[in-house]
C-alpha cells in the first residue's frame, strides 16, 4: 500500500469522487485543473509524430471516449501521426435473409455505414507500426483471444503480420487473416456478416473497452458536459497519478469553451450503486488497516494478504456472501488505486471464493409475497392515476410471480418473446440462471375470467400503453434510447418503495416473488413436483428454500415423482 506523494493524492481524490465526498454545486463536481487541457487532446498524448520504434510506450498511451463513434473519428487522427504509407481493407457485407426477406431492402452502402460494438468497420485503415485490438477468439491456446493487443509490423492483400502486445504470448509474431464476423447487437433489426480483418484500432477506445488496462498518459475526450454510466470516475482509476491523466471536455452549447464540471450522478452511476459503495468502504478501511500492519512486519506479496483476509472472513462465519462481497469490494479498490494485475482477482483469491461456495448452505428466502400483496399490486396497475414507474414495477412483480420468474429473467425479455393465444400467454424465457446451454424454455400463462387479476390481461395493456421500446420492460430515464432496459438495482428500489406505499409483506425480496408463487401454489393442493419442474428448480435443495412448507414432506413427493 506504499504509494508516492502524486500517488497518495490521485487515490484519495479517486476515493472521494467514489464515495461521494466531492463538493458539488447543482449536482455538479469539478475536476482538478491538473487534469484539464485546452491544447489538441492527440497532441496532448502521443504529440505532434508517434515514432513506432518503441511500440510499447506506444501501447502505454491511449484516448478514451464514451462513444464509440468518437473513437473511429479520434483513431484516424491519431493514424496520420505515425509515419509511412497507409493501406485501407475493404469488407465484404451480406444480409443474412430470413422469412423470405429481399436483400435489395438492405443496400450495400448501408450496410458500409454500420460499425456495430464488436466489429470492425467497412474500412479498416492501417499502416505499419499501429496499435490495434483483435475483436474476436483465433487461438486461445497461441494467446489470440478478444481484446489482445497487437502492432501491425506488415501489411499484406490477404493476411496482416503483427506483434502481440498483452498476454503470455506477449513480443510473438502472427499472422492475423480475414474472418466472416457476425454482429452481436442484439437490436439490430436484421442479421448481416461482414468479411473482414478482426481488428479495431486502439489509439483511441470506449472508456468500458479500457477495463483490466492500466496507461501510463491517458486523455479522455468529453464531449458532452453530461454522459452515462459513471465513466469518467471508471476513466480516472485507470491511471496511477493525476498527472498522467487528461481530461477534455467540451460542452455540448458552446464547443470553443471548456467546462471542468461533470453530473455528479451519472459519474458515479456506472462505477457502483451508492448502497454497494457504503458496503465496500469498511471491507476495504479493514483491509487496508490490516495488510499495512503485516507489511510493517515484513510481508510483501499482496495477493497473499488477499487470500488470508478472505479466508479470515469465511472463517469468522461471514459464509459464501461475506466472502464474495469482500472480495468484490478488494477488486474494486485496486482499480480505483491502478494496481495491475489486479491481486484480488488472481487464483488464490478465487480458489478461496470457489470454496465459500461449496461450503455454504443454500439460503433461504424467508418472505414470501402473498395472494393479497398481488391484489395490491393489480390495484396499482390497473389505476389510471398511478404513476410510469409504479405501472411498470407492478406488472414486473405480477409477470415474476405468475410464471415463477427470476428477475435476471423478467428482465432480459423482450416484447416479441410474449406471443398472445387465445386462451394464454406465452412467454420465451431466452436468458435463465440455470440454462447454461441457453436452449431456451417457453413458459405458458393462461387467461382467468377476472381480467383485473389476470396478469394475461393486465400484460396485454401494458403491451399497449408502455413507451415504444424493444425491451419489455425499458428504462423510463428521458435520455434512455430504444434498447435500453430496467435495471436489477432498479427493481429493487421500486419494490423498496412500493412495499412501504403499499403495506406489503415485511421483508420482500426479488426472490419472494418466486417463492411467494411457489407455495401459494403448493397450499392449493398443486403437485410439489409440478410446481419445480415449472418454477426451473434444479435441486431439491434450492426448491426448499424458497417454499414455505415441510421440506422433508416435499423433499419424500418430490423425489418420488422425479425418479418415475
Known amino acids: 500500500m506504499r504509494t508516492g506523494p502524486g500517488k497518495q493524492e490521485f487515490s484519495q481524490w479517486l476515493l472521494r469522487l467514489g464515495n461521494g465526498d466531492l463538493p458539488s454545486i447543482d449536482g455538479e463536481i469539478e475536476l482538478p485543473t491538473s487534469c484539464l487541457t485546452n491544447k489538441d487532446l492527440t497532441d496532448e498524448i502521443f504529440g505532434q509524430e508517434i515514432n513506432t520504434d518503441n511500440i510499447d510506450e506506444v501501447a502505454s498511451k491511449v484516448i478514451l471516449c464514451p462513444k464509440n463513434e468518437d473513437t473511429l473519428q479520434i483513431n484516424n487522427e491519431a493514424l496520420q501521426r505515425i509515419p509511412g504509407p497507409e493501406k485501407t481493407y475493404t469488407s465484404i457485407d451480406k444480409v443474412i435473409c430470413k422469412n423470405g426477406e429481399d436483400p435489395s431492402e438492405y443496400p450495400k452502402e448501408f450496410l458500409y455505414s454500420l460499425t456495430p460494438t464488436g466489429m470492425p468497420p467497412h474500412e479498416l485503415i492501417l499502416k505499419n507500426g499501429a496499435i490495434v485490438t483483435l475483436l474476436r477468439n483465433l487461438n486461445i491456446k497461441a494467446g489470440l483471444c478478444n481484446g489482445t493487443w497487437l502492432a501491425v509490423r506488415r501489411m499484406h492483400d490477404h493476411v496482416l503480420d503483427c506483434q502481440v502486445l498483452s498476454g503470455e504470448a506477449k513480443n510473438k509474431h502472427v499472422l492475423i487473416p480475414r474472418i466472416t464476423l457476425t454482429p452481436s447487437d442484439q437490436y439490430l433489426p436484421f442479421a448481416f456478416e461482414r468479411h473482414q480483418f478482426p481488428l479495431h484500432l486502439a489509439l483511441a477506445m470506449t472508456i468500458n473497452k479500457a477495463q483490466g488496462q492500466t496507461f501510463s498518459k491517458v486523455g479522455l475526450l468529453l464531449r458532452r458536459p453530461v454522459f452515462s454510466h459513471g465513466q469518467l470516475y471508471v476513466a480516472f482509476s485507470w491511471v496511477r497519478t493525476s498527472g498522467v491523466a487528461r481530461a477534455f471536455a467540451l460542452a455540448l452549447d458552446n464547443p470553443s469553451s471548456t467546462t471542468s464540471l461533470c453530473n455528479l450522478d451519472s459519474l458515479l452511476f456506472g462505477s457502483v450503486a451508492s448502497a454497494t459503495r457504503r458496503a465496500y468502504v469498511p471491507i476495504v478501511e479493514e483491509f487496508v488497516k490490516w495488510s499495512e500492519e503485516l507489511i510493517a512486519g515484513g510481508q510483501e506479496k499482496m495477493e497473499t494478504f488477499v487470500t488470508v483476509f478472505l479466508a479470515r472472513k469465511f472463517e469468522k462465519g461471514g459464509g459464501k456472501a461475506s466472502v464474495q462481497q469482500a472480495q468484490a469490494a478488494l477488486v474494486w479498490f485496486f482499480k480505483l488505486i491502478g494496481t495491475y494485475p ?121 403491451l399497449r400503453s408502455k413507451p415504444p421500446s424493444i425491451p419489455l420492460f425499458p428504462s423510463v430515464a428521458t435520455n434512455a434510447g430504444l434498447g435500453d432496459r430496467m435495471s436489477a438495482d432498479r427493481a429493487r428500489q421500486e419494490l423498496d418503495r412500493l412495499a412501504k406505499s403499499l403495506h406489503l409483506t415485511e421483508g420482500l425480496t426479488t426472490h419472494s416473488f418466486r417463492g411467494g408463487a411457489a407455495t401459494a401454489a403448493i397450499s392449493a393442493g398443486v403437485d410439489p413436483a409440478k410446481v419445480m419442474r415449472a418454477g426451473r428448480w434444479k435441486s431439491l435443495a434450492a426448491f426448499n428454500a424458497y417454499v414455505a412448507t415441510n421440506t422433508a414432506t416435499l423433499g419424500r413427493a418430490v423425489s418420488s415423482r422425479f425418479e418415475d
Open 342 to 462: 489486479n491481486p484480488a482477482q488472481g487464483s488464490l483469491p478465487r480458489m478461496v471464493v470457489e470454496t465459500s461456495k461449496r461450503m455454504a448452505r443454500p439460503p433461504v428466502h424467508r418472505a414470501k409475497a402473498s395472494l393479497d400483496d398481488v391484489r395490491k399490486l393489480f390495484n396499482v396497475f390497473w389505476n389510471r392515476d398511478s404513476k410510469l414507474e409504479d405501472r411498470r414495477a407492478a406488472i414486473l412483480f405480477l409477470l415474476m410471480f405468475a410464471a415463477y420468474m427470476r428477475i435476471s429473467e423478467a428482465l432480459a425479455l423482450d416484447c416479441t418473446d410474449i406471443v398472445r393465444l387465445p386462451d394464454r400467454v406465452e412467454i420465451a424465457i431466452r436468458k435463465s440462471k440455470t440454462d447454461q446451454q441457453k436452449r431456451g424454455v417457453i413458459v405458458p400463462i393462461l387467461a382467468s375470467k377476472d381480467k383485473k387479476l389476470c396478469v394475461v390481461f393486465a400484460l396485454d395493456e401494458w
